[in-house]
């Protein structure tokens, strides 16, 4: 499956300050989407980037993926202590129908009030 | 929106024990649905792909007679662990994508499996 490194793997940010998680793969992606865990709970879709350059908002989350489509970021501006969680990036399975995803390792974000 | 039902929660069962796991899609089909492994503060794992009405594929290194895979039915997968020991203690969580396959997953709330 599509190997990607998520980058860094923990953050701890006081509350207002900004966060962003990178993902970045060897290869080329078809699309990639993104989920939170919060602990204790299961992931969540974020948003499925599909496009080169693609650029995505959601209230205080803007997600990108790179022109060359290596390369993915969520960035947080302003977090909330609600943020607190585990970003995952998870590429689909390049060339596969049936939707496998291979999750990155993750970004655990503390966010301090 | 779409909601995916996993049972049970818990499971804390001697060593050599069999368990089974069932994912349920509560209001939409999954001809496929995906189970991971999940151990702590880690990433999900992948573990094998669920296809209705046909066997499972596994991912390499996960032993499919050890994790037996079963979708019998448009809305229902199971994992069943065979011969559980400690090692097998982990969080084992499924998910369906709704719709076609590379539309986003929706996950099941998750099991966490205790082998005493």
């Known amino acids: 499956g599509q190997q990607v490194m998520q980058i860094p793997q923990y953050q701890h940010v006081q509350e207002g300050e900004d966060f962003t998680t990178y993902c970045n793969s060897s290869?080329?992606?078809?699309?990639i989407q993104w989920y939170k865990q919060r602990p204790g709970g299961h992931p969540v879709f974020l948003i499925q980037?599909?496009?080169?350059?693609e650029v995505k908002k959601q209230k205080r989350l803007t997600f990108q993926f790179g022109e060359a489509k290596k390369n993915s970021s969520l960035h947080i501006t302003a977090t909330q202590t609600t943020d607190v969680g585990t970003y995952f990036c998870?590429?689909?399975?390049?060339?596969?129908?049936?939707?496998?995803?291979?999750f990155g390792r993750g970004t655990q974000l503390t966010v301090w009030p | 929106g779409a909601v995916v039902s996993q049972h049970p929660s818990w499971v804390i069962c001697k060593s050599g024990t069999s368990v089974k796991i069932e994912c349920r899609s509560l209001?939409?089909?999954?001809?496929?649905m995906f189970w991971y492994r999940q151990f702590p503060k880690q990433s999900l794992m992948l573990m094998a792909t669920?296809?209705?009405?046909?066997?499972?594929?596994?991912e390499q290194g996960v032993e499919k007679d050890k994790f037996l895979i079963n979708h019998a039915s448009l809305t229902l997968s199971t994992l069943t662990v065979t011969s559980a020991h400690p090692e097998d203690s982990s969080f084992y969580i499924c998910?369906?994508?709704?719709?076609?396959?590379?539309?986003?997953?929706?996950f099941g709330d998750g099991t966490r499996l205790s082998i005493l």
């Open positions: 209001d939409f089909q999954a001809t496929t």
């Open positions: 998910s369906a994508p709704e719709g076609n396959h590379n539309q986003p997953q929706h």
């Open positions: 290869t080329t992606l078809s699309n």
């Open positions: 669920s296809n209705e009405g046909s066997k499972a594929t596994y």
């Open positions: 980037l599909v496009k080169s350059g």
């Open positions: 998870a590429p689909a399975d390049r060339g596969s129908t049936l939707g496998r995803l291979y």
